[in-house]
Protein backbone atom coordinates (compact mmCIF):
# COMPACT_ATOMS: atom_id res chain seq x y z
CA UNK A 1 0.00 0.00 0.00
CA UNK A 2 2.91 2.73 0.34
CA UNK A 3 4.04 1.88 -2.88
CA UNK A 4 0.63 2.72 -3.96
CA UNK A 5 0.38 5.38 -2.08
CA UNK A 6 4.04 6.89 -3.06
CA UNK A 7 2.86 6.68 -6.83
CA UNK A 8 -0.39 8.45 -5.89
CA UNK A 9 1.90 11.73 -4.41
CA UNK A 10 4.03 10.96 -7.51
CA UNK A 11 1.52 11.14 -10.54
CA UNK A 12 0.45 14.51 -8.80
CA UNK A 13 4.25 15.92 -8.25
CA UNK A 14 5.10 15.15 -11.57
CA UNK A 15 1.74 16.59 -12.79
CA UNK A 16 2.49 20.00 -10.48
CA UNK A 17 5.58 20.13 -11.68
CA UNK A 18 5.05 19.83 -15.07
CA UNK A 19 2.35 22.92 -15.26
CA UNK A 20 4.70 24.45 -12.75
CA UNK A 21 7.56 24.71 -15.82
CA UNK A 22 5.28 24.94 -18.30
CA UNK A 23 3.74 28.52 -17.17
CA UNK A 24 5.31 30.46 -14.36
CA UNK A 25 9.02 29.35 -14.75
CA UNK A 26 8.16 29.71 -18.62
CA UNK A 27 9.93 26.50 -19.99
CA UNK A 28 7.50 24.89 -22.03
CA UNK A 29 9.61 21.81 -22.94
CA UNK A 30 10.44 20.81 -19.63
CA UNK A 31 7.21 21.06 -18.63
CA UNK A 32 6.14 19.17 -21.39
CA UNK A 33 9.32 16.40 -20.69
CA UNK A 34 7.50 16.37 -17.13
CA UNK A 35 4.12 15.28 -17.93
CA UNK A 36 5.22 12.97 -20.51
CA UNK A 37 6.92 11.30 -17.32
CA UNK A 38 3.36 10.64 -15.31
CA UNK A 39 2.96 7.79 -17.17
CA UNK A 40 6.09 6.01 -16.24
CA UNK A 41 5.05 6.07 -12.55
CA UNK A 42 2.12 3.39 -13.17
CA UNK A 43 4.45 1.49 -15.08
CA UNK A 44 7.13 1.36 -12.43
CA UNK A 45 3.87 0.95 -9.79
CA UNK A 46 3.13 -2.06 -11.57
CA UNK A 47 6.50 -3.79 -12.09
CA UNK A 48 7.15 -3.60 -8.84
CA UNK A 49 3.43 -5.29 -7.62
CA UNK A 50 4.85 -7.98 -10.76
CA UNK A 51 8.05 -8.43 -8.96
CA UNK A 52 6.53 -8.85 -5.65
CA UNK A 53 3.93 -11.23 -6.91
CA UNK A 54 6.93 -13.55 -8.84
CA UNK A 55 8.80 -13.50 -5.80
CA UNK A 56 6.02 -15.13 -3.84
CA UNK A 57 4.37 -12.79 -1.98
CA UNK A 58 0.74 -13.49 -1.92
CA UNK A 59 -1.38 -11.40 -3.76
CA UNK A 60 -3.36 -8.48 -1.70
CA UNK A 61 -5.38 -5.32 -1.98
CA UNK A 62 -1.97 -3.63 -3.04
CA UNK A 63 -1.57 -5.71 -6.19
CA UNK A 64 -5.02 -5.40 -7.09
CA UNK A 65 -5.22 -1.52 -6.17
CA UNK A 66 -2.15 -1.32 -8.76
CA UNK A 67 -3.76 -2.45 -11.37
CA UNK A 68 -6.95 -0.14 -11.04
CA UNK A 69 -4.54 2.46 -10.55
CA UNK A 70 -3.27 1.53 -14.39
CA UNK A 71 -6.17 1.50 -15.69
CA UNK A 72 -7.17 4.82 -14.72
CA UNK A 73 -4.09 6.55 -15.57
CA UNK A 74 -4.32 5.24 -19.16
CA UNK A 75 -8.16 5.85 -19.76
CA UNK A 76 -8.21 9.27 -17.35
CA UNK A 77 -4.83 10.65 -17.67
CA UNK A 78 -4.97 12.59 -20.92
CA UNK A 79 -8.21 14.22 -19.96
CA UNK A 80 -6.82 14.91 -16.13
CA UNK A 81 -3.77 16.39 -17.57
CA UNK A 82 -6.04 18.34 -20.38
CA UNK A 83 -7.85 19.74 -17.13
CA UNK A 84 -5.03 20.78 -15.32
CA UNK A 85 -3.11 22.10 -18.46
CA UNK A 86 -6.52 24.06 -19.30
CA UNK A 87 -6.92 25.13 -15.40
CA UNK A 88 -3.18 26.41 -15.19
CA UNK A 89 -2.85 27.98 -18.65
CA UNK A 90 -5.95 30.22 -17.78
CA UNK A 91 -4.41 30.94 -14.11
CA UNK A 92 -0.65 32.30 -14.95
CA UNK A 93 -0.89 32.29 -19.04
CA UNK A 94 -3.82 34.46 -19.95
CA UNK A 95 -5.63 31.52 -21.13
CA UNK A 96 -9.35 31.45 -22.17
CA UNK A 97 -11.53 30.31 -18.65
CA UNK A 98 -11.66 26.58 -19.22
CA UNK A 99 -15.77 25.76 -20.21
CA UNK A 100 -17.18 23.63 -17.20
CA UNK A 101 -18.79 20.40 -17.96
CA UNK A 102 -22.69 20.78 -19.50
CA UNK A 103 -25.21 20.64 -16.16
CA UNK A 104 -28.31 20.38 -17.45
CA UNK A 105 -30.42 18.14 -20.56
CA UNK A 106 -28.77 15.73 -22.91
CA UNK A 107 -25.74 17.86 -22.94
CA UNK A 108 -25.03 16.73 -19.74
CA UNK A 109 -26.03 12.60 -20.18
CA UNK A 110 -23.57 12.86 -23.35
CA UNK A 111 -20.73 14.12 -21.15
CA UNK A 112 -21.60 11.48 -18.62
CA UNK A 113 -21.47 9.34 -21.18
CA UNK A 114 -18.13 9.93 -22.65
CA UNK A 115 -16.22 9.62 -18.81
CA UNK A 116 -18.44 6.32 -18.56
CA UNK A 117 -16.45 5.41 -21.48
CA UNK A 118 -13.21 6.35 -20.21
CA UNK A 119 -14.26 4.37 -17.08
CA UNK A 120 -14.55 0.96 -19.27
CA UNK A 121 -11.23 1.86 -20.89
CA UNK A 122 -10.15 2.17 -16.77
CA UNK A 123 -11.78 -0.89 -15.96
CA UNK A 124 -10.80 -3.50 -19.16
CA UNK A 125 -7.35 -1.95 -18.65
CA UNK A 126 -7.52 -3.70 -15.08
CA UNK A 127 -8.82 -6.77 -15.94
CA UNK A 128 -6.43 -7.99 -18.26
CA UNK A 129 -3.47 -6.88 -15.94
CA UNK A 130 -5.54 -8.66 -13.07
CA UNK A 131 -5.86 -11.65 -15.55
CA UNK A 132 -2.20 -11.57 -16.39
CA UNK A 133 -1.15 -11.84 -12.73
CA UNK A 134 -3.38 -14.58 -11.92
CA UNK A 135 -2.28 -16.61 -14.98
CA UNK A 136 1.25 -15.61 -13.89
CA UNK A 137 0.63 -16.79 -10.45
CA UNK A 138 -1.72 -20.27 -11.81
CA UNK A 139 -2.57 -20.85 -8.56
CA UNK A 140 -6.24 -20.88 -7.61
CA UNK A 141 -5.96 -20.73 -4.03
CA UNK A 142 -3.73 -17.73 -3.65
CA UNK A 143 -5.57 -15.53 -6.48
CA UNK A 144 -8.91 -14.88 -5.23
CA UNK A 145 -7.58 -11.16 -4.23
CA UNK A 146 -7.53 -10.73 -7.32
CA UNK A 147 -10.63 -12.39 -8.42
CA UNK A 148 -12.17 -10.35 -5.78
CA UNK A 149 -10.67 -6.87 -7.24
CA UNK A 150 -11.56 -8.11 -10.75
CA UNK A 151 -15.36 -8.15 -9.59
CA UNK A 152 -14.94 -4.84 -7.67
CA UNK A 153 -13.66 -3.10 -11.24
CA UNK A 154 -16.82 -4.58 -12.75
CA UNK A 155 -19.24 -3.21 -9.78
CA UNK A 156 -17.89 0.14 -10.20
CA UNK A 157 -18.20 0.03 -14.15
CA UNK A 158 -22.05 -0.81 -13.39
CA UNK A 159 -22.29 1.76 -10.71
CA UNK A 160 -20.99 4.25 -12.97
CA UNK A 161 -23.23 3.01 -16.08
CA UNK A 162 -26.12 3.49 -13.70
CA UNK A 163 -25.14 6.94 -13.22
CA UNK A 164 -24.74 8.20 -16.22
CA UNK A 165 -28.26 6.41 -17.28
CA UNK A 166 -29.87 8.40 -14.66
CA UNK A 167 -28.46 11.69 -16.17
CA UNK A 168 -30.10 10.31 -19.65
CA UNK A 169 -33.63 9.02 -17.99
CA UNK A 170 -34.08 11.78 -15.72
CA UNK A 171 -32.56 15.12 -17.08
CA UNK A 172 -31.80 17.73 -14.63
CA UNK A 173 -33.91 20.82 -16.27
CA UNK A 174 -32.48 24.52 -15.51
CA UNK A 175 -34.72 25.91 -12.99
CA UNK A 176 -33.81 29.91 -13.54
CA UNK A 177 -35.45 31.57 -16.40
CA UNK A 178 -33.70 32.92 -19.20
CA UNK A 179 -34.19 36.32 -21.08
CA UNK A 180 -34.71 36.92 -24.61
CA UNK A 181 -30.61 36.64 -25.44
CA UNK A 182 -30.63 32.94 -23.55
CA UNK A 183 -28.72 34.79 -20.17
CA UNK A 184 -30.09 33.54 -17.16
CA UNK A 185 -31.76 36.35 -14.98
Known amino acids: MTLIAAAEVGFWLLLVAGLAARYPLRMPRLGGALLLCVPLIDVLLLAAAAVDLRRGEEPSA ?3 LAALYLGFTVAYGHYVIGWADRHAAHRWAGGPRPEKPPRFGTARASHEW ?7 VAVVIALAVL ?5 AIDDAGRTEPLRGW ?5 RVLGIHGLIALS ?3 WPRRE ?8 HRR
Open 131 to 135: QAMIW
Open 114 to 120: RIWRMTL
Open 150 to 154: QFTAL
Open 167 to 169: YMV
Open 175 to 182: TRPRDAAG
Open 62 to 64: AHG
